[in-house]
């Protein structure tokens, strides 16, 4: 079974650390809404509004903070763990994790609930956990989800799907503290590059910059020029970057923190 046909067939869906951006994906999940009355639960620091009229439930969380999030669902979905795996789960400061992810442990309850009557399960893990600084732990702890919870995974990079398919150390670390993420950010999308940097009327105002204008995004020694076009539905402080590859700029975690500058006439 492909992985839009495991979507196709599901009744309940999660997905994490991906934007959803691609037409075949997110129409797979919408007539599994449509057909199956599935429920999806969409997770991720920008709600995108294209999927506001099928999901059933937005779990908004910080930047940087997908190790706790992964480490949050295999809290909430697994069962029958052996002792380590339990053991991991009893040390969790789910408190402390919450609060800096701003993801609540109501919200997981309330996804667990969903669930609760659905026959087949399927997480989405998406690419933004790649290039994670925590992304080996991040590898086991969804590795451990597939191992002790009743979700397909459906894993839409293919390395990844192979490193967590063929994980057999479970020697997790500890969660690393969350490092904050402040002032004007950017999210890089992958696939088609374009000349506009997608922003809130909330962005535009804290890089003091208004719509259509031409701007310098600058992260450490790389330096872009875009034009900034004001989307009435994206709310925030992250701007949408798209490009074509990955290694175009920006090299590294799907999001950095930026400097915008106007440029001038």
Known sequence: MNKVEQILNSDFIIS????????????????AVKNNNAKFVYMHPIDNFNLKSFYSQLIKYEVGSEEGIVALLLNSFSSNCDEKTK????????????????????????????SSNSKIKTLIIGDDIL??????????????????????????????????????????????????????????????????????????????VTNNSEVFVIFKDEKIKKVLKVDENLHGT??????????????????????IEKVEA
């Open 131 to 208: 290039n994670h600084q925590r992304v080996e732990n991040i590898i086991k702890i969804v590795a451990l989800i597939k191992k002790y919870s009743d979700f397909n995974l459906v894993v839409l990079n293919e390395d990844l799907e192979q490193k967590i398919n063929s994980c057999t150390n479970f020697d997790l670390e500890e969660l690393e503290e969350l490092k904050s993420f402040n002032g004007t950010l950017i999210y890089k999308l992958i696939g088609q590059d374009n000349d506009e940097l997608i922003a809130s009327q909330t962005f535009a105002n804290i890089a003091k």
């Open 238 to 259: 992250i701007a949408i970057l798209k490009t074509k590859n990955s290694e175009d700029i920006f090299n590294g975690y799907s999001y950095k923190q930026v400097k």
């Open 87 to 114: 053991e991991f789960i009893e040390d969790l400061d789910l408190g402390y994790i919450s609060a800096e992810s701003s993801a609540g442990e109501e919200e997981f309850e309330e996804a667990f609930e969903r």
């Open 16 to 31: 994490i650390a991906t934007f959803l951006e691609d037409e075949k994906l997110k129409n797979s999940i919408e007539q």
